[in-house]
């Protein structure tokens, strides 16, 4: 059997930075609204795995989470595009896997943090049939940015708005792709709504990458934006600015945040939701060409951001690369061929999924490597996920959580000179539970229970220390207690952190290769608690320091402890 070329879908990848879907920037782009939530699928339960722009976009290029791409930073040595490059995934990624499989690919936008001037050429970017990369340091700058166009030598658009330069040339691509005959995939990548990033130029070391130093502030918006929602604030939900403070580790030493930080993080705010029009009407530009071009119908039209965003929750400055739900909750909106209109689903989704996902709308195969799984796309898949899709969003982060606005730089992990914002961390979302589980590199610990503790507020391991026996027997949920819970929440944490492939997306039949036990549900049967007791006793997640980057001897035992019917378990 033969497949007519012509009548593979093509995909459209819009790609926002730093967008949350806790703090409604959604609600205020209408046409998001219109030719995407009314007519698609909303994945409202859709999280990124690492909250970080430069980790977060290996994994959606590569189906792979950070432990396993190692791209865990925004610089080198730990990440950037540098260690994109020398991890050996210039040659291994989406594009060319599509490409392989005859798409023409193009990307315009941002590509990976540190590619930079000093190092478009070293190598170019495989894989893309045409480009037109934003190239640090002028990346984030809004009014200062600078393109490379395939090979060509780069070029300022000083003055231009970038996200209206953006939208021009995906305008364009959408035409070429459009008219060559061939399937595409299209990644569009604006900046908005991250912070607008100032760099002192005569910081910038290529023998020292991160010494940079920059002047961060709020985004910028388009002029014909500037003056729009002057009555919107961050909304006012539990965990915003609290009285007491929440969370462990640095969150838990955060100050109350007083009225002149609050003023200035509610216009922070307002600019990133202004800063968010121009993308939207960038999303109806683009769609207009579609239908124009007659090539609608037969297009995926994948909306989503690389991580979510923090402002004033838990007392946090603007910001993101925490475990907490603004941070990793990210819209998903997919509309194309046969995926549900106006409707909202929460199964479980990852950006780890999002590789699989493209494959699977080519109808290819998925690569034996992807961590993740494709995402259910027509009614009746969607609707059987209900039932089968797994629970776990693995979480991880390594390194500092950045401040983005200009209060507050003294109290994150950066400026005390410690990575202390390295965890493991993991949401688990089934049918009975709604679970935040937290190990940081001090050995702190947060369990939420989601249901009743939407705003994580209230971490039911007291102090963050699991060695009170007080408490550890508390029924806290579902009649199980504290020690139930989390002894089996950390022995799937403990397969997560190091997972590679399959075992990512069936977690549990790595601890129980019987095969008897899939969801927490029935790990949580007592049958198997002195396995799960005796497992957190001697093998749980901990770290013996807080590093910089994924340096394995700091990061305590690296296999978990197997079931083993009948006989115990097996070290
Ligand atoms: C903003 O709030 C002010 C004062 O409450 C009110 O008078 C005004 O109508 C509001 N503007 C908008 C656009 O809602
Ligand atoms: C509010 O807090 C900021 C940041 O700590 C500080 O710089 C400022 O002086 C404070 N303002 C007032 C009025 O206390
Ligand atoms: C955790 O418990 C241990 C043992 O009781 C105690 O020494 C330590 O101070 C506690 N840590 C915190 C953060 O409460
Ligand atoms: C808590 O439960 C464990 C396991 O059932 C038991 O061994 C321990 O004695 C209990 N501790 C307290 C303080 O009740
Ligand atoms: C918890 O236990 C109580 C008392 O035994 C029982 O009434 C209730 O149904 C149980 N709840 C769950 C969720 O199992
Ligand atoms: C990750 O990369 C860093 C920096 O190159 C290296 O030191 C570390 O050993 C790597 N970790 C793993 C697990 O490969």
């Not at 996200?163 to 040339?169: G, H």
């Not at 035992?557 to 378990?569: C, H, K, S, T, V």
């Amino acid at each position: 059997m033969y497949i007519l070329r012509s009548l593979l879908p093509n995909i459209i990848f819009i790609l926002t930075d730093d967008q949350d879907a806790q703090m409604d920037s959604l609600s205020y782009m209408p046409y998001v609204q219109q030719h995407l939530v009314e007519q698609g699928t909303h994945y409202q339960r859709h999280y990124c795995t690492v909250a970080l722009c430069c980790p977060s976009r290996v994994s959606l290029l590569t189906g792979k989470a950070a432990h396993n791409t190692n791209v865990t930073d925004v610089f080198p040595p730990y990440g950037g595009y540098p260690k994109f490059v020398k991890e050996g995934y210039n040659k291994e990624y989406l594009p060319i896997w599509l490409q392989d499989a005859g798409y023409n690919t193009y990307y315009t936008g941002k590509f990976l943090n540190y590619h930079h001037l000093l190092n478009y050429f070293a190598p170019f970017p495989a894989g893309w049939t045409s480009s037109d990369f934003l190239l640090d340091p002028f990346t984030y700058n809004y009014l200062e940015n600078v393109w490379q166009r395939d090979r060509h030598l780069p070029v300022s658009a000083s003055g231009q708005y970038s996200t209206d330069v953006l939208a021009e040339k995906a305008y364009a691509y959408v035409e070429e792709g459009a008219k060559a005959g061939r399937p595409f995939f299209l990644t569009v990548a604006p900046i908005a709504p991250h912070a607008n990033l100032i760099v002192d130029l005569t910081s910038v070391d290529p023998t020292d990458p991160g010494s940079v130093n920059f002047e961060s502030g709020n985004p910028v918006p388009a002029e014909r934006h500037k003056d729009l929602f002057q009555n919107a604030t961050i909304p006012r939900t539990l965990n915003f600015n609290p009285d007491k403070p929440s969370g462990v580790s640095w969150i838990s030493r955060l100050p109350k945040q007083n009225d002149t930080v609050v003023a200035y993080n509610d216009e922070f705010y307002r600019d990133r939701l202004r800063s968010l029009q121009a993308v939207d009407e960038m999303v109806d530009g683009i769609f207009q060409r579609l239908e124009e071009l007659g090539i609608l119908e037969n297009t995926y039209v994948v909306y989503s951001s690389d991580n979510g965003f923090h402002i004033g929750q838990h007392r946090l400055q603007p910001g993101k690369q925490c475990g907490f739900e603004e941070d990793i909750n990210v819209p998903l909106i997919i509309r194309g061929p046969n995926v549900p209109k106006g409707q909202v689903t929460d199964i479980v989704t990852t950006h780890t999924d999002l590789a699989p996902t493209f494959f699977s709308m080519l109808g290819l195969e998925p690569r034996s490597d992807f961590d993740g799984v494709r995402i259910p796309l027509t009614q009746k898949d969607i609707e059987e996920a209900q039932c089968t899709r797994h629970e776990h969003i693995n979480v991880e982060n390594w390194g500092t959580s950045s401040v983005e606005g200009i209060y507050g730089k003294e109290y994150n992990g950066e400026s005390n000179g410690q990575a202390e914002n390295t965890y493991k961390a993991m949401r688990l979302v089934g049918r009975e539970y709604n679970l935040y589980y937290s190990v940081y590199c001090n050995n702190q610990r947060e369990l939420y229970d989601m249901n009743v503790d939407p705003y994580q507020m209230h971490n039911l391991i007291k102090g963050g220390n699991m060695t009170f026996p007080s408490f550890r027997n508390t029924t806290v949920i579902n009649n199980h207690t504290v020690i139930n819970i989390v002894s089996r929440l950390d022995a799937l944490l403990m397969v997560l952190k190091t997972c590679k492939a399959k075992d990512c997306i069936q977690p549990w039949s790595v601890l129980h290769p019987g095969g008897d036990v899939n969801t927490l549900e029935e790990a949580l049967n007592h049958r198997y608690d002195h396995f799960y007791y005796e497992s957190f006793e001697n093998n749980k997640v901990s770290f013996s320091e807080c590093e910089y980057g994924q340096i394995l001897s700091s990061e305590g035992p690296l296999d978990p402890w197997i079931y083993n019917d009948g006989i115990g378990w097996s070290p």
